[in-house]
Each structure stands twice: as structure tokens, then as C-alpha cells.
């Protein structure tokens, strides 16, 4: 998909907390320093802070601006405090336009106008559950992937799709369709390229993935299928095709050596002079020893 240009993660507007709380106490106490003055505080209070008690003259307008503005920025220098954590991120908006990107830790303050959008960045895992999938040949599978990935740009995972997350699980299924029907699960009779290349599957798999994902600002590292398993429909006679195969890959092998050990012994009978066969002997011999041959491999495999 494309990427929108204007979707973009910069700094946005922070200012270190310890400034704001330093302009916050002083607006309060500037408020106090004027109450004080205009001889709004009981006496009481005076005695306790051993401070004059002037006389009451009435509030006038000018202390009453004095006090707006100091309230409004305490209320903007407390409100705006935050505390910036390692792994997270904060995406600035407002009116829904973007203002910018905090990754600072720490004490920080943000103007409290501007909508704060929380954002994981830290390198995270996501192991799916048994997802449907075919092969090459149609055959139903189940299959679990584990994908480590992070939110690399900002704005673009939060305001470049609605769910960032169930982006990448959604990209996830329709990656390991397209990878898994390009081949076959198992080659029972011969040794053509199967989905039991795990690492092969997984490579392809992520560079799909991470092709997939880096439009919304989603860095994909490695995606690896832990599990391929045929559909439990038809897991039992799958089963029964990859043993028939292993059994005759079995016999092809028992039979090639017996013919070999056949074909020596009856050579060096010959060779060294120590029997002279016709024909019709020596299609007995090897017809004997083949059998002989074949029962003793079998029954030792057996045993095995």
C-alpha cells in the first residue's frame, strides 16, 4: 500500500518537568502573595505563618486579573506533567492535526490542549493461534506463527490505521496463504522442496510480512512458523500416505543392498574358482541368496 507522505513522525512539543513545576509553585504562590496583600487571609493564618495581617480593602480588578492569570498557569503547568516511560511513546494531536512525537523519559510536561495517544515501541512477540491454510496441493493445514516486530514510526501506526495490531494480525493470515500454497507439505516419493523447510518458509514469510507492514510504521523482524500440521479431517490419512512412503522408501533401500551383497557374493564364488555355474545355477543361486538376503535384513529391521 502507499505510504502517505505527510504522515511523518517529528518531536513534538515538550518542555522538561521540572520547568513546569517551577512555574506552577510560583503562580501559586503569587496567588497567595495577593490574596495576602488584598487582606483576604483569615488572621489566624497570619498568626500561624507569624506574617502581618493588613487591612481588608476589598479585592480590586487588577488582582483579580492577576489571580486569573495565575490560576490558568498553574493549571496549565500542573496539568500538562506526565511522566515519560522507557518503551512508550506519546503521538500529539490537535483538532485532529498532528503535532509531533514524544519519546523523552522521565518527568516531561505537554500542553494539556493536545490529545495524547499512548504508543508501545518496544520490541514485542505476537504468537498466533492454529490458523487455516492449504498447500500446494489443496491440503488443508494448521499452522501457528510467532512474529517479533515494533512500532517503528509513530504517527503512522497510530494515525495511519485505525488498529495497528489487528493490521498485522490480518497481514499475518494473508502472508502465510500466499507462501504456504506454493508448496507442498510433504513429497512422499521424492525429494521436491516441502513446507517442512521451516527456514526457508519463515524467511519468505518475513519478507512479505515486513513489505506488508512497513507502510503503517510497523517494523516486522522475524516471522517463523512454529507448527505445520494437517487439518485433524484429514491428519489421520495423511498419516497413513507418509508412513506407506516411508515403508517403501524403506524397502527400495533393504531391497538395493540385498541385490548389491547378491551380486558380490556371487562374483567372488565365480572369480576365485570355487564353484562353476551354469546358467539355470546361477539364476538358483542368486535366487537363494536374494531370498536369504532379504529375510535377515527384514528381521533385523524388525528388531530394531
Given amino acids: ?7 511523518v513522525e517529528r518531536p513534538g512539543p515538550v518542555l522538561p518537568g521540572w520547568v513546569a513545576a517551577f512555574a506552577g509553585l510560583a503562580a501559586v504562590v503569587a496567588c ?4 495576602w496583600w488584598a487582606g483576604a487571609v483569615p488572621d489566624a493564618v497570619n498568626t500561624v505563618l507569624r506574617l502581618p495581617s493588613p487591612a481588608y480593602h476589598g479585592i480590586t480588578l487588577g488582582e483579580w486579573a492577576l489571580l486569573t492569570l495565575g490560576v490558568t498557569v ?3 503547568a500542573f496539568g500538562g506533567l506526565g511522566r515519560g516511560r522507557v518503551g512508550q511513546a506519546w503521538v500529539l494531536t490537535l483538532f ?16 494539556p490542549l493536545l490529545l495524547r495517544r499512548k504508543v508501545d515501541v518496544r520490541l514485542r512477540h505476537w504468537r498466533s ?3 487455516p491454510a492449504v498447500d500446494a496441493n489443496g491440503t488443508a493445514l494448521r499452522v501457528v506463527v510467532l512474529v517479533v516486530w515494533r512500532v517503528k514510526d509513530t504517527v503512522r501506526a497510530a494515525l495511519g490505521v485505525r488498529d495497528h495490531e489487528e493490521y498485522l494480525r490480518e497481514q499475518v493470515e494473508a502472508a502465510m496463504a500466499r507462501v504456504l500454497s506454493q508448496l507442498p507439505a510433504d513429497a512422499f516419493h521424492d525429494d521436491a522442496p516441502t513446507l517442512r523447510n521451516a527456514e526457508a518458509v ?3 514469510l518475513t519478507r512479505m510480512l515486513s513489505a506488508e507492514c512497513r507502510p503503517v510504521g510497523v517494523e516486522v523482524f522475524s516471522a517463523q512458523p512454529t507448527r505445520i500440521e494437517y487439518a485433524p479431517e484429514i491428519a489421520e490419512a495423511m498419516q497413513r500416505s507418509r508412513i506407506a512412503a516411508i515403508d517403501a522408501r524403506h524397502r527400495d533401500s533393504v531391497l538395493t543392498s540385498v541385490v548389491d551383497a547378491v551380486d558380490d557374493t556371487v562374483h567372488r564364488l565365480t572369480s576365485r574358482g570355487l564353484v562353476e555355474l551354469d546358467d539355470y545355477e546361477r539364476k538358483a543361486l542368486v535366487k537363494d541368496l536374494t531370498v536369504a538376503f532379504y529375510t535377515g535384513r527384514q528381521g533385523t529391521a524388525e528388531r530394531f
Avoid at 500500500?1 to 504522515?7: A, I, N, S
Fill in 1 to 7: 500500500p502507499p505510504v502517505d507522505p505527510k504522515l
Fill in 32 to 35: 497567595a502573595v495577593v490574596v
Fill in 202 to 204: 519463515g524467511d519468505a
Fill in 74 to 76: 498553574a493549571l496549565f
Fill in 129 to 131: 493461534e492454529p490458523v
Fill in 96 to 111: 485532529g492535526d498532528y503535532r509531533g512525537s514524544v519519546r523523552r523519559t522521565g518527568l516531561i510536561w505537554v500542553s
